[in-house]
C-alpha cells in the first residue's frame, strides 16, 4: 500500500525526484504554495510588450512586402524570430516542473492554465499565449478565483485568442460605420467553461447581453496592453443573469462588475469544485467530495487556499488505488524528473527536435505544447489518453529514455526513486530481472502503476 508521500508526490505534483525531498500530508503540499518564488525559468518570458513589438514588425514587414517583394526575407526573419521565442516558451514551460520542488503549486498552475485554456493557432496567438500563464495565473494561484478571473479575462492572449478583439456593439459608432458585430466566443466561455459552467442558469439571451456587455474591451497590438474602446461598445444597459449594468453608458467597470457577481456565483463554486476533484482524484469523484470543495469555495468566496485545502483534508483525495491516468505532460515531467536531471543536463529534453525532445514526445503522445483542442481545454477521461496510439508513444518515449540512462542508471535504484512503495512485486521482478539495463527502466515507465496517479 503506498504511503502517503507517495500519494502526495503522484495524486498532487509530479513525481519523485532523487535529490528533492518532498510533502507527505497536507501541511506539507499547502507550504509549497507559499511565497518563496520556485528556482525555475521565467514562465512567459518576454513582456508583453516586447512580443507585442516583435510581432508589429512582422506585420508591417508584411505590408511592406505587397509592395515591395524583396523584402520577403525581412519579413521571414521576423518570423522566424516569433518561432524562435515560442520554443523557447515551450522549454521553459516544460523545465519548470522537472527542475521545481513545489509539485502541487506546479500542478495547480496546469489545472488552471486548462482551466482558462488559450492556443497557439497562429503568429499571434504563439506571440501572446506564452505569457497567460506568467501575468495572470501564476501570481494568483494563492489569492481568490475573482482576481485570477478578471487577470485572465482582460490577458491581451485570453482577448485574441476568442476573438474579443473583433466584437464590435452592432449599434455603436464603429459598428454603424463598418457594419461590424458581436462575437459571442468569450462571453459564452467566460460562463460555460470559467464560471457557472454548462447547465447551469442562464440562457443564449444572457450570452449574448453579456457578449454586448464585453464589446469595447480589446487589445493594442503595438504595446500588447489590454485597452477599452468605447466608441467601439454597445450603448446602453445589458442584462447578465438577472442583473443591470451600463445603465450609465458603456464602462470598462461594468465589465469588471459583471466579472465579480459570476465569480461569487453559487454554481461557479460547484463547477470549479467538479473540475478539481476530477483532476486531481478521479474521473468520477464522489458527491461528498465535490460538496466539501464547493462548500469551501462558496463559504470564502473563492478564497483558493481554502479550496484546495477542502480538496486535500477529504479522505478521498488519500485513497490508495490510484484513480487517473498521467495526462501526457504529467507522464512525460514525472519520468524525466525520476531520472534526477538537473538544470545543467535538461537541454537536450528541451530541443524541439532530437531523441530525447520533450517537445517532440509530446507531439507524439497527442498533447502538444499550448495547442488544446479547444477553449475547454484537454480531456479528463482515461480513455482520451490511453489508446494504441498514446500506449505505442509511451513505450517509444520510455525506450528512449531507458537507452539515455543505462550508463549511469540501475534499474533497482532508478525503480525506489520512480515508484517508491507503488511498485508492484510483478513490475519488481521484470525491471530487475530484465536482460538490459535499459529495458529495465523501460519496463518501469511503461508500467501501468507509473502510467496512472
Do not use: C
Not at 532523487?18 to 504554495?33: F, K, M, R, T
Not at 459570476?262 to 464522489?286: C, E, M, Q, W, Y
Amino acid at each position: 500500500m503506498p504511503s502517503n508521500a507517495t500519494i502526495a508526490a503522484t495524486r498532487f505534483g509530479y513525481g519523485f525526484h532523487p535529490n528533492q525531498a518532498l510533502a507527505s500530508d497536507v501541511d506539507g503540499l499547502l507550504s509549497e504554495l507559499g511565497s518563496a518564488s520556485p528556482a525555475i525559468p521565467d514562465i512567459g518570458g518576454p513582456s508583453m510588450a516586447k512580443r507585442a513589438a516583435l510581432y508589429s514588425q512582422f506585420i508591417e514587414a508584411r505590408k511592406a512586402r505587397r509592395k515591395d517583394i524583396s523584402l520577403t526575407p525581412v519579413m521571414q526573419g521576423f518570423q522566424r524570430s516569433v518561432n524562435r521565442q515560442f520554443q523557447a516558451d515551450i522549454a521553459a514551460r516544460i523545465s519548470a516542473p522537472v527542475l521545481s520542488d513545489r509539485g502541487f503549486f506546479e500542478r495547480l498552475s496546469w489545472f488552471w492554465a486548462d482551466h482558462f485554456t488559450t492556443a497557439a493557432r497562429n503568429l499571434i496567438t504563439k506571440s501572446f499565449t506564452p505569457r497567460l500563464e506568467g501575468d495572470a495565473i501564476r501570481p494568483h494561484i494563492t489569492g481568490t478565483f475573482r482576481d485570477m478571473l478578471k487577470a485572465v479575462v482582460t490577458h491581451p492572449a485570453m482577448i485574441v485568442y476568442l476573438g474579443q478583439h473583433q466584437s464590435v456593439g452592432p449599434a455603436s459608432r464603429v459598428g454603424k460605420r463598418t457594419g461590424r458585430g458581436l462575437n459571442e466566443n468569450l462571453a459564452r466561455e467566460i460562463i460555460e467553461l470559467h464560471t457557472i459552467g454548462v447547465g447551469g442558469p442562464y440562457d443564449q439571451g444572457d450570452v449574448r447581453q453579456f457578449a454586448e456587455l464585453l464589446t469595447g474591451m480589446t487589445v493594442n497590438r503595438r504595446t500588447g496592453s489590454p485597452q477599452f474602446k468605447k466608441q467601439q461598445a454597445e450603448p446602453g444597459a445589458e442584462e447578465v443573469l438577472g442583473t443591470i449594468y451600463g445603465d450609465n453608458g458603456a464602462d470598462f467597470g461594468d465589465i469588471v462588475e459583471a466579472l465579480d457577481d459570476l465569480a461569487s456565483h453559487p454554481r461557479t463554486g460547484r463547477h470549479i469544485a467538479i473540475k478539481l476533484a476530477t483532476h486531481f482524484v478521479s474521473d468520477t469523484p464522489s458527491k461528498g467530495l465535490i460538496t466539501h470543495i464547493e462548500s469551501a469555495y462558496n463559504r470564502t468566496d473563492g478564497r483558493l487556499i481554502a479550496v484546495y485545502q477542502a480538496l486535500l483534508e477529504h479522505p478521498e483525495s488519500w485513497a490508495p488505488e490510484p484513480r487517473k491516468v498521467k495526462q501526457p505532460f504529467d507522464y512525460l515531467v514525472s519520468s524525466i524528473r525520476a531520472s534526477g536531471i538537473g538544470a545543467d543536463a535538461i537541454g537536450p529534453f528541451l530541443k524541439p527536435k532530437g531523441r530525447l525532445s520533450a517537445p517532440r514526445a509530446l507531439r507524439d503522445l497527442n498533447q502538444p505544447m499550448m495547442q488544446a483542442p479547444g477553449p475547454d481545454g484537454w480531456p479528463e477521461e482515461a480513455e482520451r489518453w490511453i489508446t494504441a496510439q498514446g500506449l505505442a508513444a509511451r513505450l517509444q518515449w520510455a525506450t528512449r529514455l531507458g537507452r539515455e540512462l543505462e550508463a549511469r542508471a540501475d534499474p533497482r535504484d532508478f525503480l525506489s526513486v520512480a515508484l517508491a512503495d507503488r511498485a508492484s512485486p510483478e513490475v519488481t521482478f521484470a525491471a530487475t530481472r530484465a536482460a538490459e539495463k535499459w529495458e529495465g527502466i523501460a519496463l518501469i515507465l511503461a508500467s501501468p502503476e507509473f502510467n496512472r496517479r
